[in-house]
């Protein structure tokens, strides 16, 4: 990983990193556009994959925070379903197709959930073994859904993770700080004695908000 300044190197020692997943720990093997348009060449949809990806960034970023308060269980799935069929359509629209059919949402929603659609970048594993064994406690806080519990299994990174803070069930998407406060009160730690890295301006300003210190880390 590289990260942009200011140097840690004159920061007090933390006990805690706080991690970002997507654009972090892990990434895409392929594009979203090639997924998107791939299945919805199944459901009768033609739409060039290089139109999705134009489309998704734009979308994804004007979408109300991905976040339902007081959900759980069944309620809080079937709200994550739904945030992400209304974001599935805008991208479809966008990139100059139709609005897909339910089964569509399904089925895009369940491959995004399947731990081969993405990968850990190379140097993670061995960064967190190391951060591991010297001591540190290890936690994400991420801008996703309930799906991430059982991507950072099946990738092989649940053993170094002492907690797994999503924003969907925090009720809260970064910027906000409301995320970094549950992850900070679950591991019984003050603001002081974490960093945070992420990928993100939301990872920057949120870090910044709960009073943590952030490293923002550049994947090409």
């Excluded at 998107?36 to 009768?44: D, K, N, W």
Aim: hydrophobic content about 45%.
């Amino acid at each position: 990983m590289t990260a942009d300044r200011p140097d840690p190197r004159h920061w007090p020692r933390p006990q805690a990193l706080l991690l970002d997943a997507m654009g972090t720990l892990i990434g895409l093997r392929r594009s979203i556009g090639s997924t998107y348009a791939s299945l919805a060449a199944e459901h009768g949809l033609e739409v060039e994959a290089a139109a999705i990806d134009q489309a998704f960034p734009t979308v994804y970023r004007s979408a109300p925070p991905l976040a339902f308060p007081g959900l759980e269980g069944q309620e809080l799935e079937n709200a994550e379903r739904q945030w992400w069929a209304q974001r599935i359509d805008a991208v479809l629209v966008a990139a100059g197709a139709a609005a897909g059919p339910p089964a569509l949402h399904r089925d895009l929603y369940d491959r995004f959930a399947d731990p081969g659609l993405w990968r850990v970048y190379d140097d993670v594993p061995t960064q967190l073994q190391a951060w591991f064994e010297q001591g540190l406690r290890l936690a994400v806080v991420s801008n996703f859904d309930q799906r991430l519990i059982g991507l950072l299994a099946g990738l092989g990174l649940s053993p170094w993770l002492e907690q797994v803070v999503i924003s969907s069930r925090a009720g809260a998407a970064k910027p906000s700080a409301q995320p970094f406060h549950q992850a900070l009160k679950a591991l019984g730690l003050s603001a002081e004695q974490a960093w945070h890295i992420g990928d993100s301006p939301e990872d920057a300003a949120g870090a910044a908000a709960a009073g943590i210190r952030c490293l923002i880390v550049q994947r090409s």
